[in-house]
Structure formats: structure tokens, C-alpha cells
């Protein structure tokens, strides 16, 4: 077998074909394999035509499914912008001010933002749901399931939408965007509100996935994670794998974490890369477990009843906890903590950029104000920021923070537009 599944604690290994999120002694899987391609392999497809090429999570298939290209589901997805900014973008520093009180821009001399909000359904969960998706047909699952602050319920619906599924999803109720829910109902999805926060939604749709047979797609499943790595080997290829010094990721489930320590290590072990850049994951303070275990060391691990503007990582009990940890000591990386106030403000600029991005997103560019200030990001350290959902997932949060002048509601005369404009 050259792809198998592994436990993360006691290293038991399981065989793909089985359905399975956890090991007999309770710790996450892992999908391994023993042959890694050449990155050359990956360069060659960027000219292609094929749909499996021109996705961005295909393009490097070795090294996420061994699967029979027939049966993939995918859109595509992927193969996502990367914005290359100076710093100080804009000249607007001084108008919007910087959370540092020092004076100068406080951020390294370029900043990368690699839009995953580009993604068909507007957020990263694209990449692990094409994988997810191909395994739960592959395995004859006839209805997927998931918990979800309202990317991964938008995303599982459409790709079982594609895949002929029946999907259903598990979100907290009144906590999802208006946007991601709506587009989850579109997309066909069967929606269960629960009345509870995320991590009770979370904990349901595991008893309920065991109880009733339904496939698991949350990213507590391996193949999900092994879709998410290729948001760094897309943004190593887009550098033509000279790799930055930092990837700074929001951090909610942890999920992506995980991933991107994975990809990392991956990437290193294979010879893609040959220096290993810093992971800095971040997370709202008002959301932060993953933060207070670092603070410790990481000698606990720390439930919360969470609460930010950033409901995409309102999230207390994140589910890749330990995978998380390891990619944080792997990749030498930091665990960032900002207030809603400081991602607020850094969303209006990525926003002001003509970027623009969701609540969540916006954490990278907070967190790299922070780490700049505090001396841990150094001036001419190339600093690649994920963004991870797309503009219009959140209006309401956009809405409630722009000022009421920016809309002047005039008669239909060129004398009203005059006086609106000469204000
Ligand atoms: C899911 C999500 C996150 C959190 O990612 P994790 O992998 O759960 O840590 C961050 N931002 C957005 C927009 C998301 O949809």
C-alpha cells in the first residue's frame, strides 16, 4: 500500500478504504504515503488544459489522493491570486492608524495575500471539500454531513450537489452569516440549526454520523487536510518555490494549521523547498484556545466559550488541537492573538486595497501589524498573508462598520450631484 491511513499518537495505521476519523485509542488519522513526485511534475501542469490540472488541489495529486482520476469531484478549485503589496499600501497608515503606537507602517517591506476567497464557493474550504468529496463517493456514501460556522455548509453543498449526494449540515443557529447560509439553501444542502454554538454542533455531528452511517466531512476527517495543503504548495509554486519567512493563517478549528505544517513538512522532506518558513497562526482573542495553549507551552489544552465579529473562527474546542501543535513546533511558529477591534481594522485596509476579504481573513494583516511591532517579523521578510474567505460572505460585518456618510442618497437632479459631492 503506498497510501495509508496513520494514528498521530500511537502510529496504528488503517487502510484508506475504511470509514474512519479517529484511532481505537481516540487520536486524529492522518493519510501518509511513501512516494512523493518531483515538483517538477506540478510545474509542468500549469500549462495544461485539463480540469484536474488547472485545479489547484489536483494539480498536485500524488500528494494528495491516490485515486482514479475518473472519479474526482472537482469544480475546479484552487489556482487562487496571490496579491503582491508593498508596505504602507495606500499611504493610508496615518488615517486609519496602525495598532502599534509606533509611527511608521508597521509592516515588513512586502506583503503577499494569497485570496482563497477566490475559491468557486468564496473560501479555502473548496480545497479539502474536493478530496473529502471524492473519498465519500469512492467509499459509496450516499449523504455527507458536517458542522459548520458557514463556509464548510456552503462548500459540502456544493460539491455534493455535484457529486449527486444528499448533503446536511449542522450550524449553529443564528451564528452563520446571512450570505453562507443563504448559499448553503441554494446549493440544495438540508439544514439542521442547533441550538447551541458551534462546538455543540460539532460534538452532534459525530454522534450523528456514527449513529446514522452519514460521511463526515469536517476537517476532524484526514482527506480534508490532505486537500488543504495545497494552499501552501500553490503559494510555494506561485513564489517558484523560493518559500517566504512566514505564512500567516487565521486559526479557528485549526484545520488549515494542521495542514499547513503538514504541506510544510512535506514540501521540506520532498526537497521543494529548502528553507522552511514560519507559521504564525492567528486567532480573535475573544476565540483563542489554541493561543492560551501556546502561552503555556502547550503543556494544556484549553476549552472556551467563544465569542468575536469573526464568526468563521468562533470556535472554542478546535478539533486538530494536536495536529495543530505539531505544525506550530515544526515550522518553529507562533500563535498570535488580536482583538475584534485590530481585525476590523486591518479588513478595512485589505478591504481599502481593493482586496477585501471576510472578518476571519483579516486576523493575517492584524496579526503581522502585532508581530511586526513586537520585533518577532523583521523588516525585509517576505511575509505571505492567507486570506481565507471572500469579501461577500460577511456584509452585515461591512455594513455595521462603515460610516453612514459614505451613502448619500440624492434626487435625480445634476445640481443634488454637485452639492453631494462638493460636501
Ligand atoms: C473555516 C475558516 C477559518 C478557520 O480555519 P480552520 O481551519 O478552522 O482553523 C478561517 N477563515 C475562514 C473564512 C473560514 O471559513
Redesign the pocket.
Known amino acids: 500500500m503506498s497510501e495509508w491511513l496513520q494514528c498521530i499518537g500511537c502510529g496504528r495505521r488503517f487502510d484508506p478504504s475504511e470509514v474512519r476519523y479517529t484511532c481505537e485509542c481516540g487520536e486524529l488519522l492522518s493519510v501518509e504515503r511513501d512516494v512523493m513526485p518531483r515538483r517538477e511534475t506540478f510545474d509542468a501542469r500549469l500549462s495544461s488544459r485539463r480540469t484536474i490540472d488547472k485545479s489547484g488541489v489536483w494539480r498536485f495529486r500524488e500528494a494528495v489522493l491516490e485515486v482514479d482520476e475518473n472519479e474526482i469531484v472537482t469544480h475546479p478549485e484552487g489556482a487562487t491570486r496571490m496579491y503582491e503589496r508593498e508596505s504602507g499600501v495606500g499611504g493610508r497608515e496615518s488615517e486609519l492608524g496602525v495598532v502599534s503606537s509606533d509611527p511608521r507602517p508597521s509592516t515588513p517591506d512586502t506583503l503577499f495575500f494569497k485570496h482563497e476567497?477566490e475559491n468557486p464557493t468564496g473560501?479555502?474550504?473548496d480545497r479539502g471539500m474536493t478530496v473529502a468529496m471524492t473519498q465519500a463517493k469512492r467509499l459509496g456514501a450516499r449523504a455527507v454531513a458536517c458542522a459548520s460556522?458557514?463556509?464548510?455548509s456552503a462548500s459540502l453543498a456544493a460539491y455534493a450537489a455535484q457529486a449527486g449526494l444528499r448533503a446536511i449540515v449542522f450550524i449553529p443557529s443564528g451564528k452563520v452569516s446571512t450570505g453562507k447560509l443563504a448559499q448553503t439553501l441554494a446549493y440544495g444542502a438540508t439544514v439542521l440549526a442547533v441550538r447551541g454554538d458551534f462546538d455543540a454542533a460539532m460534538q452532534l455531528v459525530r454522534e450523528a454520523s456514527d449513529r446514522l452511517g452519514i460521511y463526515l466531512v469536517n476537517?476532524i476527517n484526514p482527506f480534508r487536510i490532505e486537500g488543504?495543503k495545497t494552499i501552501v504548495w500553490e503559494l510555494l509554486q506561485d513564489l517558484e518555490w523560493n518559500a517566504p519567512d512566514w505564512i500567516v493563517?487565521?486559526?479557528?478549528?485549526?484545520?488549515?494549521?494542521?495542514?499547513f505544517g503538514k504541506a510544510l513538512g512535506e514540501a521540506f522532506d520532498a526537497g521543494w523547498i529548502s528553507t522552511m518558513p514560519r507559521l504564525a497562526s492567528i486567532q480573535a482573542s475573544g476565540a483563542n484556545p489554541f493561543y492560551r495553549s501556546y502561552r503555556d507551552g502547550f503543556a494544556e489544552r484549553h476549552r472556551i466559550t467563544a465569542e468575536t465579529i469573526?464568526s468563521?473562527?468562533r470556535?472554542g474546542d478546535?478539533v486538530?488541537h494536536a495536529k495543530a501543535v505539531t505544525a506550530i513546533q515544526l515550522t518553529n511558529g507562533i500563535v498570535e492573538e488580536v482583538t475584534d477591534e485590530e481585525l476590523m481594522l486591518a479588513k478595512r485596509e485589505i478591504d481599502e486595497m481593493g482586496i477585501g476579504?471576510?472578518p476571519?481573513?483579516a486576523t493575517t494583516l492584524a496579526g503581522v501589524r502585532k508581530l511586526h511591532a513586537a520585533g518577532v517579523m523583521k523588516e525585509g521578510e517576505r511575509v505571505v498573508c492567507v486570506l481565507?474567505?471572500h469579501l461577500l460572505?460577511d456584509t452585515d460585518a461591512i455594513l455595521r462598520n462603515v460610516p453612514p456618510e459614505r451613502t448619500i442618497e440624492i434626487d435625480a437632479t445634476i445640481d443634488a450631484v454637485e452639492r453631494a459631492l462638493s460636501r
Open positions: 476567497g473560501s479555502f474550504k460556522t458557514g463556509n464548510t476537517s488543504q493563517v487565521p486559526a479557528g478549528n485549526l484545520g488549515n494549521t494542521s495542514a469573526a468563521a473562527i470556535i478546535p486538530s476579504c471576510e476571519a481573513s481565507t474567505g460572505k
